[in-house]
């Protein structure tokens, strides 16, 4: 019995090399299942050699890796065979199950939920148990039925509905099923001291294992016109590695018609133009070509040219012998004009695209800013006391950006350009003002004022509502805090939200200065302008409370440019 045990160990070690030399293409069922065999083989041939009660209950645990899986993976082979898919919402379950079974198992020695009472028994040398069931055993027997059953079912419904199924591969492994189950059947009548459950699991294995094999042979059909059609597209002309002519299709006479005077076994000789150049990088190629590396470059694309309209693409191949010897090479030529042909219209046509969205998108941007642009200056037109000035902290804010770029603030092109652009629409929420406050002569009274400044907030969703959908969401966000924010104050004294430092979106911090700024150094109906000392003082003085401490100094130095700037426009 340990003899025959041993030669159960071999024959699921030699049936996975087997599956592994012959490189066929093994589902990962097969080679679990043959794996979990050579552990229950491996059980039982420990089994039989213990010397005491503790290594023959850990060697029937281990046997019954087989008992408890193999059942489940020769049924998911089966699937495969009748080429039904299992989905995993159905492979999961049944493993988690099998898992549960096991730890039943596991639970000899323990309990007498599976084996009651087990003794180990050493006849002639050879171990085994003598054990009474528990109320759990059941679960083997009702596996092995269901599995059976279920590979039964499956057979059937394959063999009425599947036409691409192999019948005679299928009653192969049901055969084998049906003869484990009888092995076991016939082991529990017999009441046999030795256990044969072995040799169910070699049927089995075997069972599984030569079908797929054989399947495996068979799964490229091959269809010998779609290949002699697809031979008739491409050519293809042999050298040997001295650079004798060894011959060509006729595909490749018509891409070179000297070919057909050429004499097979002689190098071709006073051959110029593309078929020249095309030997001279086939000797290249065989100059850098050795024994040691013929199989990573075993192909290689090389060149692509044209004669007339047409574009070929070439490719060179390895012809090897038997020791993988690389003895000559085969040169395969493409017609790839309609390719080449497609792609360079896909480009021109890419390129006149990319054009024209540009054209058009600057268009429509230029449009929309002219629009709003428009609307602000409509809006501006009621408010009696700040005449021009969209127009000027829209060109104060310009200045102030192009002093920001350069100045090592951190600040970059496209963000200063979304402020930049922002500009005219912060102070579109006065649309909503009431014409008596807004075309007022004079100073607001605190009512008044409470009234003037839901302008921002106004303007803030007013904006939103205009630009979103039409322009990117960075911009509508830039553009929006403009309008909303611009009145709000380092020290948080400001409005509508009395936010305080960093709170407020650095883009309103900088409109701040420009709206300030021209209120500062503009004539109003309740005031004469500034001079641009005064001005400046004020914003140097209010850095830290109304202004921010970093971009107010940095807006100082624009003085220059604001100098001028002011002096040539009408305030």
């Given at each position: 019995m340990i003899a025959f045990n041993i030669i159960c160990v071999a024959v699921s070690v030699l049936a996975y090399l087997w599956l592994y030399l012959t490189d066929v293409k093994n589902s990962v069922y097969q080679n679990i299942m043959i794996l979990i065999m050579l552990f229950s083989n491996i059980g039982y041939l420990c089994l039989s050699i213990s010397q005491n009660l503790s290594e023959a209950i850990l060697a029937c645990k281990i046997h019954y890796i087989g008992g408890c899986f193999m059942p489940m993976l020769y049924f998911f082979t089966f699937c495969e065979?009748?080429?039904i898919e299992l989905k995993k919402k159905i492979t999961f379950p049944l493993l988690l199950v099998q898992i549960a079974f096991y730890g039943v198992i596991c639970t000899i020695g323990y309990s007498d939920l599976y084996y009651v009472d087990p003794q180990l028994v050493i006849k002639n040398g050879v171990g085994y148990i003598v054990k009474g069931y528990g109320p759990l055993h059941f679960l083997y027997p009702l596996t092995m039925g269901f599995y059976l059953a279920a590979s039964i079912s499956i057979a059937i419904i394959s063999g009425l509905k599947k036409k691409t199924v192999n019948r005679k591969e299928v009653h192969d492994m049901i055969g084998c099923a049906v003869f484990a189950v009888l092995c076991y059947i016939i082991q529990r009548i017999a009441h046999w001291g030795f256990d044969i459950m072995p040799v169910s699991y070699m049927i089995l294995m075997i069972g599984a294992i030569v079908p797929i094999y054989h399947s495996n042979l068979f799964t490229v059909?091959?269809?010998k016109n779609i290949?002699?059609?697809?031979?008739?597209?491409?050519?293809?002309?042999?050298?040997?590695?001295?650079?004798?002519?060894?011959?060509?299709n006729k595909f490749a006479t018509g891409i070179f018609p000297e070919l057909v005077s050429c004499e097979v076994g002689k190098p071709i000789k006073d051959c110029g133009g593309e078929l020249g150049e095309i030997l001279d990088g086939i000797r290249e190629f065989d100059s850098h070509l050795s024994d040691s590396n013929t199989?990573?470059?075993?192909?290689?694309?090389f060149r692509t040219f044209k004669i007339g309209e047409r574009c070929f693409e070439t490719e060179i191949h390895t012809i090897n012998d038997f020791r993988n010897k690389c003895v000559g090479y085969t040169i395969e030529f493409r017609d790839e004009t309609e390719h080449h042909r497609i792609i360079e219209l896909t480009s021109q046509y890419n390129e006149t695209l990319t054009k024209e969205v540009n054209e058009k998108t600057e268009r429509i941007s230029d449009i929309q800013q002219k629009t709003i642009l428009g609307m602000a200056q409509m809006v501006e037109s009621r408010d009696m006391s700040t005449g021009g000035h969209?127009?000027?902290?829209?060109?104060?804010?310009?200045?102030?950006?192009?002093k920001l770029l350069t100045s090592g603030a951190g600040f970059s092109e496209d963000f200063l350009n979304m402020v930049t652009r922002s500009a005219p629409m912060h102070d579109l929420g006065k649309i909503g003002v009431d014409d008596a406050i807004l075309c007022k002569k004079g100073k607001f009274t605190d009512d008044e004022y409470e009234q003037m400044k839901k302008h921002a907030e106004i303007g803030g969703k007013m904006v939103k509502d205009i630009l979103t959908g039409v322009e990117e969401e960075e911009f509508v966000r830039v553009a929006e805090n403009v309008a909303h924010y611009h009145h709000e104050k380092i020290n948080g004294k400001g409005y509508p939200m009395g936010l305080t430092g960093e709170q407020i979106p650095v883009?309103?911090?900088?409109?701040?200065?420009?709206?300030?700024?021209?209120?500062?150094?503009?004539?109003?109906?309740?005031?004469?302008?500034?001079?641009y000392d005064k001005a400046f003082s004020i914003i140097k003085e209010d850095s830290g409370s109304h202004f921010d401490p970093i971009l107010a100094p940095i807006f100082c130095t624009c003085r220059p440019e604001l100098e001028a700037y002011y002096d040539n426009c009408e305030k």
């Open positions: 065979v009748a080429r059909e091959e269809n290949v002699q059609e697809q031979l008739n597209k491409v050519g293809f002309v042999n050298f040997n590695r001295k650079m004798e002519y060894m011959g060509c199989a990573q470059h075993s192909h290689s694309k969209i127009k000027r902290t829209s060109d104060v804010v310009k200045i102030f950006a192009d883009e309103a911090r900088i409109m701040a200065l420009a709206d300030v700024f021209d209120a500062l150094v503009s004539k109003r109906c309740y005031k004469e302008a500034f001079t």
